[in-house]
Protein backbone atom coordinates (compact mmCIF):
# COMPACT_ATOMS: atom_id res chain seq x y z
CA UNK A 1 0.00 0.00 0.00
CA UNK A 2 1.66 3.78 -0.78
CA UNK A 3 2.46 5.30 1.77
CA UNK A 4 0.47 8.32 1.46
CA UNK A 5 -2.73 5.99 1.75
CA UNK A 6 -1.10 4.18 4.95
CA UNK A 7 -0.58 7.52 6.37
CA UNK A 8 -3.83 8.70 5.88
CA UNK A 9 -5.56 5.26 7.10
CA UNK A 10 -3.34 5.56 10.19
CA UNK A 11 -4.49 9.21 10.66
CA UNK A 12 -8.35 8.50 10.46
CA UNK A 13 -7.99 5.61 13.07
CA UNK A 14 -6.15 7.86 15.41
CA UNK A 15 -8.76 10.54 15.26
CA UNK A 16 -11.96 7.60 15.27
CA UNK A 17 -12.57 7.89 18.67
CA UNK A 18 -12.36 11.63 19.22
CA UNK A 19 -14.43 12.15 16.16
CA UNK A 20 -16.87 10.17 18.16
CA UNK A 21 -17.06 12.23 20.90
CA UNK A 22 -16.78 15.59 19.24
CA UNK A 23 -19.66 14.62 16.82
CA UNK A 24 -21.71 12.56 20.29
CA UNK A 25 -21.12 16.01 22.18
CA UNK A 26 -22.54 17.96 19.39
CA UNK A 27 -25.56 15.92 18.64
CA UNK A 28 -26.72 16.18 22.30
CA UNK A 29 -26.34 19.96 21.67
CA UNK A 30 -28.28 20.08 19.42
CA UNK A 31 -31.30 18.24 20.25
CA UNK A 32 -31.42 20.86 23.58
CA UNK A 33 -33.60 23.45 23.08
CA UNK A 34 -31.91 27.11 22.85
CA UNK A 35 -28.79 25.42 23.34
CA UNK A 36 -25.68 26.87 21.68
CA UNK A 37 -23.25 25.43 19.41
CA UNK A 38 -19.68 25.94 19.62
CA UNK A 39 -18.17 27.45 16.76
CA UNK A 40 -21.72 28.78 15.37
CA UNK A 41 -21.71 31.87 12.61
CA UNK A 42 -23.39 34.73 14.02
CA UNK A 43 -26.38 36.05 11.82
CA UNK A 44 -25.75 38.72 9.78
CA UNK A 45 -27.89 41.74 10.37
CA UNK A 46 -30.79 41.80 7.64
CA UNK A 47 -31.09 45.64 6.53
CA UNK A 48 -34.64 46.38 5.14
CA UNK A 49 -35.05 45.75 1.51
CA UNK A 50 -32.27 43.21 1.52
CA UNK A 51 -33.09 39.63 0.65
CA UNK A 52 -33.05 37.60 4.02
CA UNK A 53 -29.98 34.64 3.47
CA UNK A 54 -32.02 31.07 2.94
CA UNK A 55 -31.68 28.96 6.55
CA UNK A 56 -29.48 25.84 6.23
CA UNK A 57 -30.96 22.47 5.94
CA UNK A 58 -32.52 20.59 8.81
CA UNK A 59 -30.99 17.27 9.67
CA UNK A 60 -32.32 14.45 10.66
CA UNK A 61 -29.96 12.30 13.68
CA UNK A 62 -29.31 9.91 10.97
CA UNK A 63 -27.37 12.77 9.10
CA UNK A 64 -29.82 13.13 6.35
CA UNK A 65 -31.45 16.27 5.12
CA UNK A 66 -34.52 16.56 6.66
CA UNK A 67 -37.72 16.22 5.24
CA UNK A 68 -41.82 16.56 5.71
CA UNK A 69 -43.67 13.84 4.00
CA UNK A 70 -44.72 14.17 0.54
CA UNK A 71 -48.59 14.09 -0.32
CA UNK A 72 -49.69 11.13 -2.31
CA UNK A 73 -51.15 11.97 -5.80
CA UNK A 74 -54.55 10.64 -4.66
CA UNK A 75 -54.11 12.83 -1.66
CA UNK A 76 -53.82 15.97 -3.57
CA UNK A 77 -56.61 15.00 -5.73
CA UNK A 78 -54.23 14.20 -9.18
CA UNK A 79 -54.20 11.14 -11.29
CA UNK A 80 -51.56 9.28 -11.59
CA UNK A 81 -49.38 9.02 -14.38
CA UNK A 82 -48.61 5.75 -13.77
CA UNK A 83 -51.79 4.11 -15.02
CA UNK A 84 -50.79 4.47 -18.64
CA UNK A 85 -50.07 1.20 -19.26
CA UNK A 86 -46.40 1.68 -17.94
CA UNK A 87 -46.34 0.07 -14.14
CA UNK A 88 -47.12 -3.17 -13.05
CA UNK A 89 -49.79 -3.94 -10.49
CA UNK A 90 -47.79 -3.91 -7.25
CA UNK A 91 -48.68 -5.64 -4.25
CA UNK A 92 -47.20 -4.36 -0.84
CA UNK A 93 -46.89 -7.32 2.33
CA UNK A 94 -47.36 -5.07 5.76
CA UNK A 95 -47.94 -6.20 9.28
CA UNK A 96 -46.80 -5.73 12.88
CA UNK A 97 -43.09 -8.42 13.18
CA UNK A 98 -43.27 -11.57 13.53
CA UNK A 99 -46.50 -12.64 11.84
CA UNK A 100 -45.14 -14.35 8.99
CA UNK A 101 -44.65 -11.93 6.26
CA UNK A 102 -41.54 -12.93 4.81
CA UNK A 103 -42.49 -16.48 4.53
CA UNK A 104 -45.82 -15.47 2.71
CA UNK A 105 -43.72 -13.29 -0.06
CA UNK A 106 -41.36 -16.28 -0.54
CA UNK A 107 -44.77 -18.93 -0.66
CA UNK A 108 -46.34 -16.46 -3.33
CA UNK A 109 -43.14 -15.98 -5.50
CA UNK A 110 -41.97 -19.31 -5.01
CA UNK A 111 -38.48 -18.65 -3.99
CA UNK A 112 -36.72 -18.22 -0.82
CA UNK A 113 -35.89 -14.54 -1.40
CA UNK A 114 -36.83 -12.76 1.74
CA UNK A 115 -34.35 -13.68 5.20
CA UNK A 116 -36.86 -15.77 7.57
CA UNK A 117 -36.37 -15.04 11.39
CA UNK A 118 -38.61 -15.37 14.26
CA UNK A 119 -35.96 -11.99 15.67
CA UNK A 120 -38.29 -9.19 15.40
CA UNK A 121 -37.11 -6.61 13.13
CA UNK A 122 -34.93 -9.06 10.63
CA UNK A 123 -36.60 -7.36 7.18
CA UNK A 124 -35.45 -3.66 6.82
CA UNK A 125 -35.88 -2.76 3.11
CA UNK A 126 -38.37 -2.77 0.71
CA UNK A 127 -37.49 -6.47 -0.80
CA UNK A 128 -39.25 -6.67 -4.32
CA UNK A 129 -40.05 -9.88 -6.61
CA UNK A 130 -41.54 -10.27 -9.86
CA UNK A 131 -44.12 -13.02 -9.27
CA UNK A 132 -46.62 -14.35 -11.99
CA UNK A 133 -50.12 -15.34 -9.84
CA UNK A 134 -52.01 -18.24 -11.53
CA UNK A 135 -55.73 -18.82 -10.01
CA UNK A 136 -57.39 -21.47 -8.69
CA UNK A 137 -58.99 -23.75 -11.14
CA UNK A 138 -62.24 -24.02 -10.25
CA UNK A 139 -65.21 -27.02 -11.14
CA UNK A 140 -68.91 -26.53 -12.03
CA UNK A 141 -70.96 -29.88 -11.47
CA UNK A 142 -73.18 -30.90 -13.59
CA UNK A 143 -76.82 -32.04 -13.45
CA UNK A 144 -75.66 -35.16 -12.73
CA UNK A 145 -74.12 -33.77 -8.97
CA UNK A 146 -70.87 -35.52 -7.62
CA UNK A 147 -71.23 -38.21 -10.31
CA UNK A 148 -72.28 -36.13 -13.25
CA UNK A 149 -69.85 -34.34 -15.52
CA UNK A 150 -68.08 -31.79 -14.41
CA UNK A 151 -66.02 -28.71 -16.78
CA UNK A 152 -63.33 -26.50 -16.14
CA UNK A 153 -65.36 -22.82 -15.17
CA UNK A 154 -63.76 -19.77 -16.46
CA UNK A 155 -61.02 -18.45 -14.37
CA UNK A 156 -59.56 -15.49 -14.36
CA UNK A 157 -56.37 -15.02 -16.66
CA UNK A 158 -52.35 -15.25 -14.92
CA UNK A 159 -50.99 -11.88 -14.03
CA UNK A 160 -47.64 -10.39 -13.26
CA UNK A 161 -47.41 -8.45 -10.21
CA UNK A 162 -44.26 -6.70 -8.51
CA UNK A 163 -44.14 -8.05 -4.61
CA UNK A 164 -43.53 -6.31 -2.07
CA UNK A 165 -41.98 -7.39 1.47
CA UNK A 166 -42.03 -4.74 4.07
CA UNK A 167 -40.07 -4.68 8.01
CA UNK A 168 -43.00 -5.37 10.81
CA UNK A 169 -44.62 -1.56 11.71
CA UNK A 170 -43.89 -0.99 15.19
CA UNK A 171 -41.24 -2.58 16.07
CA UNK A 172 -37.33 -2.33 14.43
CA UNK A 173 -34.13 -3.93 16.37
CA UNK A 174 -31.74 -1.28 15.77
CA UNK A 175 -33.13 2.61 16.80
CA UNK A 176 -30.73 4.80 14.34
CA UNK A 177 -32.58 3.17 11.31
CA UNK A 178 -36.14 3.51 12.72
CA UNK A 179 -36.99 6.51 10.65
CA UNK A 180 -35.43 4.98 7.57
CA UNK A 181 -37.10 1.37 7.68
CA UNK A 182 -40.76 3.44 8.77
CA UNK A 183 -40.18 5.77 5.23
CA UNK A 184 -39.52 2.43 3.43
CA UNK A 185 -43.09 0.88 4.72
CA UNK A 186 -44.40 4.67 4.08
CA UNK A 187 -43.12 4.49 0.79
CA UNK A 188 -44.72 0.81 -0.26
CA UNK A 189 -48.03 1.67 1.11
CA UNK A 190 -48.19 4.93 -1.04
CA UNK A 191 -47.05 3.06 -4.22
CA UNK A 192 -49.27 0.00 -3.71
CA UNK A 193 -52.19 -0.98 -5.64
CA UNK A 194 -53.37 -3.41 -3.30
CA UNK A 195 -51.80 -4.19 0.08
CA UNK A 196 -51.69 -7.56 2.30
CA UNK A 197 -52.48 -6.96 6.04
CA UNK A 198 -50.97 -10.15 7.83
CA UNK A 199 -51.80 -10.74 11.22
CA UNK A 200 -51.92 -14.07 12.93
CA UNK A 201 -55.19 -15.72 13.69
CA UNK A 202 -54.13 -17.46 17.14
CA UNK A 203 -52.93 -14.07 18.76
CA UNK A 204 -55.78 -11.96 17.79
CA UNK A 205 -55.53 -8.55 17.52
CA UNK A 206 -52.79 -7.06 19.19
CA UNK A 207 -52.31 -2.97 19.84
CA UNK A 208 -49.77 -2.87 16.39
CA UNK A 209 -52.23 -4.61 14.76
CA UNK A 210 -54.34 -1.85 15.66
CA UNK A 211 -51.93 0.81 14.89
CA UNK A 212 -50.88 -0.85 11.96
CA UNK A 213 -54.59 -1.30 10.27
CA UNK A 214 -55.71 2.67 11.27
CA UNK A 215 -52.12 3.58 8.72
CA UNK A 216 -53.68 1.53 5.77
CA UNK A 217 -57.68 3.21 6.50
CA UNK A 218 -56.02 6.74 6.29
CA UNK A 219 -54.07 5.58 2.76
CA UNK A 220 -57.53 4.16 1.36
CA UNK A 221 -55.38 1.38 -0.64
CA UNK A 222 -58.04 -1.97 -1.55
CA UNK A 223 -56.68 -4.29 1.26
CA UNK A 224 -57.04 -8.03 1.85
CA UNK A 225 -56.88 -9.40 5.91
CA UNK A 226 -54.48 -12.34 5.31
CA UNK A 227 -55.28 -14.48 8.96
CA UNK A 228 -51.98 -16.09 8.35
CA UNK A 229 -50.56 -19.53 10.77
CA UNK A 230 -53.91 -20.84 10.38
CA UNK A 231 -52.44 -24.46 10.08
CA UNK A 232 -55.10 -26.09 10.84
CA UNK A 233 -58.75 -25.56 9.90
CA UNK A 234 -60.05 -25.49 13.25
CA UNK A 235 -58.16 -21.91 13.32
CA UNK A 236 -59.95 -20.64 11.11
CA UNK A 237 -63.00 -19.67 13.43
CA UNK A 238 -59.96 -17.19 15.29
CA UNK A 239 -59.82 -15.25 11.91
CA UNK A 240 -63.46 -13.62 13.05
CA UNK A 241 -61.31 -12.01 15.98
CA UNK A 242 -59.92 -9.77 12.74
CA UNK A 243 -63.11 -8.12 11.85
CA UNK A 244 -62.95 -5.60 14.42
CA UNK A 245 -59.93 -4.28 12.11
CA UNK A 246 -62.25 -2.33 10.12
CA UNK A 247 -60.79 -3.79 6.79
CA UNK A 248 -62.90 -6.70 5.17
CA UNK A 249 -63.39 -10.23 5.80
CA UNK A 250 -60.35 -12.13 6.78
CA UNK A 251 -59.14 -14.98 5.02
CA UNK A 252 -57.48 -17.69 6.86
CA UNK A 253 -53.83 -19.34 5.49
CA UNK A 254 -50.57 -20.92 6.37
CA UNK A 255 -47.52 -19.22 5.05
CA UNK A 256 -45.61 -22.21 6.30
CA UNK A 257 -48.12 -24.99 5.56
CA UNK A 258 -49.25 -23.78 2.44
CA UNK A 259 -52.78 -23.39 3.23
CA UNK A 260 -55.42 -21.76 1.10
CA UNK A 261 -52.62 -19.76 -0.70
CA UNK A 262 -54.50 -20.98 -4.24
CA UNK A 263 -57.67 -18.66 -2.33
CA UNK A 264 -55.36 -16.11 -1.96
CA UNK A 265 -53.86 -15.55 -5.09
CA UNK A 266 -57.09 -15.94 -6.50
CA UNK A 267 -58.40 -13.49 -4.71
CA UNK A 268 -55.79 -10.97 -5.47
CA UNK A 269 -55.98 -11.29 -8.78
CA UNK A 270 -59.72 -10.48 -8.22
CA UNK A 271 -58.99 -7.54 -6.77
CA UNK A 272 -56.01 -5.74 -9.42
CA UNK A 273 -56.44 -3.36 -11.39
CA UNK A 274 -57.20 -4.23 -14.73
CA UNK A 275 -55.14 -5.56 -17.18
CA UNK A 276 -52.53 -3.15 -19.27
CA UNK A 277 -49.20 -3.81 -21.53
CA UNK A 278 -46.55 -3.11 -18.63
CA UNK A 279 -47.04 -6.48 -17.51
CA UNK A 280 -45.85 -7.79 -20.93
CA UNK A 281 -42.50 -7.03 -19.60
CA UNK A 282 -39.30 -7.54 -21.02
CA UNK A 283 -36.28 -9.31 -19.73
CA UNK A 284 -33.76 -7.31 -18.09
CA UNK A 285 -30.86 -6.47 -20.34
CA UNK A 286 -28.58 -7.75 -17.20
CA UNK A 287 -27.96 -8.55 -13.75
CA UNK A 288 -25.44 -6.16 -12.14
CA UNK A 289 -24.78 -7.35 -8.30
CA UNK A 290 -23.09 -5.19 -6.17
CA UNK A 291 -20.95 -6.70 -3.97
CA UNK A 292 -18.58 -5.64 -0.92
CA UNK A 293 -17.52 -5.18 2.43
CA UNK A 294 -19.59 -3.38 5.18
CA UNK A 295 -20.17 0.64 4.39
CA UNK A 296 -18.41 0.90 1.12
CA UNK A 297 -21.68 2.18 -0.42
CA UNK A 298 -23.43 -0.28 -2.18
CA UNK A 299 -27.03 0.94 -1.55
CA UNK A 300 -26.20 4.57 -2.05
CA UNK A 301 -24.69 3.14 -5.16
CA UNK A 302 -28.40 1.58 -5.71
CA UNK A 303 -29.93 4.43 -5.06
CA UNK A 304 -28.14 6.74 -7.31
CA UNK A 305 -28.96 4.24 -10.50
CA UNK A 306 -33.05 4.12 -9.65
CA UNK A 307 -32.71 8.02 -9.05
CA UNK A 308 -34.88 7.01 -5.76
CA UNK A 309 -34.53 5.93 -2.09
CA UNK A 310 -35.35 2.55 -3.06
CA UNK A 311 -33.30 0.89 -0.10
CA UNK A 312 -31.94 2.26 3.10
CA UNK A 313 -28.21 4.07 3.09
CA UNK A 314 -27.16 4.53 6.09
CA UNK A 315 -23.61 5.02 7.65
CA UNK A 316 -24.55 2.44 10.61
CA UNK A 317 -22.71 -1.03 9.37
CA UNK A 318 -24.63 -3.64 8.91
CA UNK A 319 -28.30 -1.74 7.86
CA UNK A 320 -29.16 -3.89 4.24
CA UNK A 321 -29.67 -8.00 5.43
CA UNK A 322 -31.56 -9.15 2.63
CA UNK A 323 -30.31 -9.26 -1.51
CA UNK A 324 -32.98 -6.79 -3.09
CA UNK A 325 -33.25 -6.82 -7.25
CA UNK A 326 -33.80 -3.18 -8.04
CA UNK A 327 -35.10 -2.39 -11.49
CA UNK A 328 -34.07 1.02 -13.42
CA UNK A 329 -34.06 2.05 -17.08
CA UNK A 330 -30.97 3.81 -18.62
CA UNK A 331 -30.60 4.20 -22.20
CA UNK A 332 -34.21 2.73 -23.32
CA UNK A 333 -33.33 -0.52 -21.91
CA UNK A 334 -34.18 -2.32 -18.55
CA UNK A 335 -31.36 -3.05 -15.54
CA UNK A 336 -31.71 -5.13 -12.50
CA UNK A 337 -28.73 -3.48 -9.58
CA UNK A 338 -28.87 -6.46 -6.99
CA UNK A 339 -27.50 -4.87 -3.53
CA UNK A 340 -26.23 -7.06 -0.85
CA UNK A 341 -25.62 -7.51 2.58
CA UNK A 342 -21.94 -6.25 3.26
CA UNK A 343 -19.56 -9.54 3.70
CA UNK A 344 -17.41 -9.86 6.91
CA UNK A 345 -15.44 -12.61 8.59
CA UNK A 346 -17.69 -15.44 10.00
CA UNK A 347 -15.74 -15.45 13.57
CA UNK A 348 -17.73 -11.84 13.38
CA UNK A 349 -21.54 -13.18 13.11
CA UNK A 350 -23.60 -12.34 15.76
CA UNK A 351 -26.83 -14.24 14.82
CA UNK A 352 -27.99 -16.44 12.43
CA UNK A 353 -29.19 -13.56 10.46
CA UNK A 354 -25.76 -11.99 9.11
CA UNK A 355 -25.03 -15.91 7.91
CA UNK A 356 -27.98 -16.07 5.80
CA UNK A 357 -27.69 -12.26 4.51
CA UNK A 358 -24.11 -13.24 3.51
CA UNK A 359 -25.01 -16.46 1.83
CA UNK A 360 -27.49 -14.55 -0.17
CA UNK A 361 -24.64 -12.12 -1.43
CA UNK A 362 -22.83 -15.11 -2.24
CA UNK A 363 -25.57 -16.03 -4.34
CA UNK A 364 -26.47 -12.63 -6.11
CA UNK A 365 -22.82 -13.08 -7.44
CA UNK A 366 -23.75 -16.78 -9.00
CA UNK A 367 -26.90 -15.54 -10.62
CA UNK A 368 -25.58 -12.18 -11.63
CA UNK A 369 -24.42 -10.97 -15.25
CA UNK A 370 -22.03 -8.70 -14.12
CA UNK A 371 -20.45 -8.16 -10.82
CA UNK A 372 -19.64 -4.82 -9.45
CA UNK A 373 -17.05 -5.03 -6.37
CA UNK A 374 -16.88 -2.12 -4.46
CA UNK A 375 -13.74 -0.54 -2.13
CA UNK A 376 -13.60 2.42 -0.41
CA UNK A 377 -11.00 4.62 -1.78
CA UNK A 378 -9.93 5.23 1.95
CA UNK A 379 -9.17 1.82 3.28
CA UNK A 380 -6.57 -0.78 2.32
CA UNK A 381 -7.68 -4.06 0.39
CA UNK A 382 -8.62 -6.87 2.72
CA UNK A 383 -8.67 -10.47 2.57
CA UNK A 384 -12.97 -10.26 2.17
CA UNK A 385 -12.17 -8.24 -1.08
CA UNK A 386 -9.73 -10.92 -2.17
CA UNK A 387 -12.35 -13.64 -1.29
CA UNK A 388 -14.83 -11.63 -3.26
CA UNK A 389 -12.86 -11.41 -6.33
CA UNK A 390 -11.87 -15.10 -6.41
CA UNK A 391 -15.51 -15.96 -6.18
CA UNK A 392 -16.34 -13.99 -9.19
CA UNK A 393 -13.53 -15.68 -10.70
CA UNK A 394 -14.40 -19.13 -9.96
CA UNK A 395 -17.89 -18.53 -11.34
CA UNK A 396 -16.20 -16.92 -14.38
CA UNK A 397 -18.22 -13.43 -14.07
CA UNK A 398 -16.98 -10.33 -15.24
CA UNK A 399 -15.95 -8.16 -12.89
CA UNK A 400 -16.03 -4.26 -12.60
CA UNK A 401 -14.01 -2.82 -9.64
CA UNK A 402 -15.24 0.12 -8.25
CA UNK A 403 -13.65 2.51 -5.98
CA UNK A 404 -16.02 4.69 -4.52
CA UNK A 405 -15.56 7.85 -2.34
CA UNK A 406 -12.97 8.94 -4.84
CA UNK A 407 -14.06 12.79 -4.20
CA UNK A 408 -12.57 12.22 -0.02
CA UNK A 409 -9.15 11.48 -1.30
CA UNK A 410 -7.23 14.27 -1.64
CA UNK A 411 -3.71 14.51 -3.22
CA UNK A 412 -4.19 10.80 -4.81
CA UNK A 413 -3.54 9.86 -8.56
CA UNK A 414 -5.87 6.98 -10.37
CA UNK A 415 -2.82 5.38 -11.70
CA UNK A 416 -1.04 4.96 -8.55
CA UNK A 417 -4.01 3.59 -6.88
CA UNK A 418 -4.54 1.50 -10.15
CA UNK A 419 -1.41 0.04 -9.46
CA UNK A 420 -1.68 -0.34 -6.06
CA UNK A 421 -5.41 -2.29 -6.65
CA UNK A 422 -3.70 -4.48 -9.44
CA UNK A 423 -1.45 -5.53 -7.11
CA UNK A 424 -3.69 -6.71 -4.36
CA UNK A 425 -6.09 -8.06 -6.79
CA UNK A 426 -3.57 -9.47 -9.17
CA UNK A 427 -5.93 -12.97 -9.78
CA UNK A 428 -8.82 -10.76 -11.64
CA UNK A 429 -6.01 -8.23 -13.44
CA UNK A 430 -8.02 -8.36 -16.30
CA UNK A 431 -10.97 -6.67 -14.49
CA UNK A 432 -11.40 -2.88 -15.66
CA UNK A 433 -11.32 0.13 -12.54
CA UNK A 434 -13.55 2.52 -12.13
CA UNK A 435 -13.43 5.50 -9.76
CA UNK A 436 -17.03 6.80 -8.65
CA UNK A 437 -18.71 8.57 -5.93
CA UNK A 438 -21.80 7.03 -5.65
CA UNK A 439 -23.30 9.86 -3.11
CA UNK A 440 -22.27 12.74 -5.99
CA UNK A 441 -23.80 10.49 -8.39
CA UNK A 442 -20.40 10.81 -10.55
CA UNK A 443 -19.70 8.29 -12.74
CA UNK A 444 -22.47 5.89 -11.51
CA UNK A 445 -23.99 5.49 -15.33
CA UNK A 446 -20.42 5.37 -16.62
CA UNK A 447 -20.38 2.29 -14.76
CA UNK A 448 -23.54 0.68 -16.41
CA UNK A 449 -21.98 1.66 -19.87
CA UNK A 450 -19.45 -0.22 -19.06
CA UNK A 451 -20.75 -3.19 -17.79
CA UNK A 452 -23.00 -3.63 -20.66
CA UNK A 453 -20.20 -3.33 -22.91
CA UNK A 454 -18.38 -6.66 -20.86
CA UNK A 455 -21.84 -8.47 -21.13
CA UNK A 456 -21.77 -7.70 -24.69
CA UNK A 457 -18.14 -9.40 -24.70
CA UNK A 458 -19.39 -12.21 -22.96
CA UNK A 459 -21.64 -13.01 -25.33
CA UNK A 460 -19.07 -13.20 -28.26
CA UNK A 461 -18.39 -15.99 -30.25
CA UNK A 462 -14.86 -16.30 -31.87
CA UNK A 463 -14.62 -18.74 -35.10
CA UNK A 464 -12.96 -22.17 -34.74
CA UNK A 465 -10.22 -21.15 -37.31
CA UNK A 466 -9.56 -17.91 -35.94
CA UNK A 467 -9.51 -19.58 -32.22
CA UNK A 468 -6.72 -22.07 -33.15
CA UNK A 469 -4.57 -19.85 -34.82
CA UNK A 470 -3.89 -17.71 -31.23
CA UNK A 471 -3.83 -21.40 -29.05
CA UNK A 472 -1.13 -22.53 -31.32
CA UNK A 473 0.75 -19.14 -31.16
CA UNK A 474 0.46 -19.50 -27.29
CA UNK A 475 1.69 -22.95 -27.37
CA UNK A 476 4.57 -22.04 -30.04
CA UNK A 477 5.72 -19.30 -27.36
CA UNK A 478 5.94 -21.62 -24.19
CA UNK A 479 4.34 -25.02 -24.16
CA UNK A 480 4.03 -26.63 -21.22
CA UNK A 481 6.95 -29.44 -19.67
CA UNK A 482 7.54 -32.56 -20.45
CA UNK A 483 5.58 -35.37 -17.93
CA UNK A 484 7.07 -38.75 -17.83
CA UNK A 485 8.86 -37.88 -21.34
CA UNK A 486 5.40 -37.15 -22.55
CA UNK A 487 4.69 -34.04 -24.21
CA UNK A 488 1.40 -32.75 -24.48
CA UNK A 489 -0.15 -32.02 -27.58
CA UNK A 490 -3.85 -29.72 -28.57
CA UNK A 491 -5.37 -31.24 -31.94
CA UNK A 492 -7.88 -28.29 -31.76
CA UNK A 493 -10.33 -26.16 -29.99
CA UNK A 494 -13.47 -25.00 -30.70
CA UNK A 495 -15.66 -22.29 -28.66
CA UNK A 496 -18.90 -24.29 -26.85
CA UNK A 497 -20.52 -21.60 -24.75
CA UNK A 498 -20.89 -17.61 -24.06
CA UNK A 499 -21.66 -16.16 -20.93
CA UNK A 500 -19.65 -16.93 -19.85
CA UNK A 501 -16.89 -17.95 -23.08
CA UNK A 502 -16.61 -22.00 -23.08
CA UNK A 503 -13.85 -23.27 -24.84
CA UNK A 504 -13.27 -26.75 -25.12
CA UNK A 505 -9.27 -28.03 -26.31
CA UNK A 506 -8.94 -31.44 -27.69
CA UNK A 507 -5.73 -33.03 -26.54
CA UNK A 508 -3.85 -36.25 -25.90
CA UNK A 509 -3.33 -36.45 -22.09
CA UNK A 510 -5.14 -33.67 -19.87
CA UNK A 511 -3.08 -34.06 -17.30
CA UNK A 512 0.07 -32.93 -19.52
CA UNK A 513 -1.29 -29.35 -18.76
CA UNK A 514 -0.69 -28.18 -15.45
CA UNK A 515 -2.95 -25.30 -14.22
CA UNK A 516 0.48 -22.99 -14.18
CA UNK A 517 -0.26 -23.20 -17.84
CA UNK A 518 -3.70 -23.48 -17.85
CA UNK A 519 -3.52 -19.92 -16.75
CA UNK A 520 -0.55 -18.86 -19.07
CA UNK A 521 -2.93 -19.99 -21.91
CA UNK A 522 -5.61 -18.02 -20.24
CA UNK A 523 -4.13 -15.20 -19.51
CA UNK A 524 -2.33 -15.31 -23.27
CA UNK A 525 -6.13 -15.39 -24.92
CA UNK A 526 -7.27 -12.64 -23.35
CA UNK A 527 -4.55 -10.27 -24.67
CA UNK A 528 -5.30 -11.74 -28.15
CA UNK A 529 -8.88 -12.49 -28.30
CA UNK A 530 -11.77 -9.93 -27.98
CA UNK A 531 -11.97 -11.08 -24.24
CA UNK A 532 -9.98 -8.66 -23.15
CA UNK A 533 -11.93 -8.13 -20.12
CA UNK A 534 -13.96 -11.19 -18.98
CA UNK A 535 -12.87 -14.49 -17.75
CA UNK A 536 -12.56 -17.36 -19.99
CA UNK A 537 -13.19 -20.82 -19.06
CA UNK A 538 -11.23 -23.63 -20.87
CA UNK A 539 -11.71 -27.20 -20.83
CA UNK A 540 -9.22 -29.87 -21.79
CA UNK A 541 -10.57 -33.09 -22.87
CA UNK A 542 -8.72 -36.53 -24.03
CA UNK A 543 -9.46 -36.89 -27.99
CA UNK A 544 -11.32 -40.13 -28.56
CA UNK A 545 -9.63 -43.12 -30.29
CA UNK A 546 -11.51 -44.09 -33.54
CA UNK A 547 -10.79 -47.86 -34.14
CA UNK A 548 -11.46 -48.68 -37.86
CA UNK A 549 -12.78 -52.17 -37.75
Known amino acids: MPKKFKKAAAKRHRGTALDKRAAKAQESRRRRRNAKVVGRRKRKRVEPGENRPAPAPRETAQGKRFTRRQKTAPELGIESHADDGMKLPVVAIVGRPNVGKSSLFNRLAGSRIAIEDPRPGTTRDRVSAYVRLRPAKEKASGEGGDNGDSHPAPAEPERLIELIDTAGIGVVDE ?75 PLPVSARGNRNLKLLRTEIIRRLPPRTEAENVEPPELLLAIVGRRNVGKSTLVNALADDERVIASELEGTTRDSIDVRFSYGGKSFVAIDTAGVRRKQSFEHSVEFFSQSRSFRAIRRASVVVLMLDAREPVTKLDRQLADLAARECKPLIIAINKWDLVKGAKTGEFETYIRGKLNQVNYAPLVFVSAKNRENVFALVQLATELHQQAGMRVGTGELNRLIEAAFQRHHPQPRQNRLGRIFYATQVETFPPKVVLFVNEPDLFPENWRTYLRNRLQQTSPFAEIPIRLKFRARDKVVLG
Not at 219 to 226: A, K
Open 175 to 249: QRVNEHVHEQIRNAIASADLVLFVADVKDGVLTLDEEAAAILRRSGRPCIVVANKADDPRHDMLAANLYELGLGE
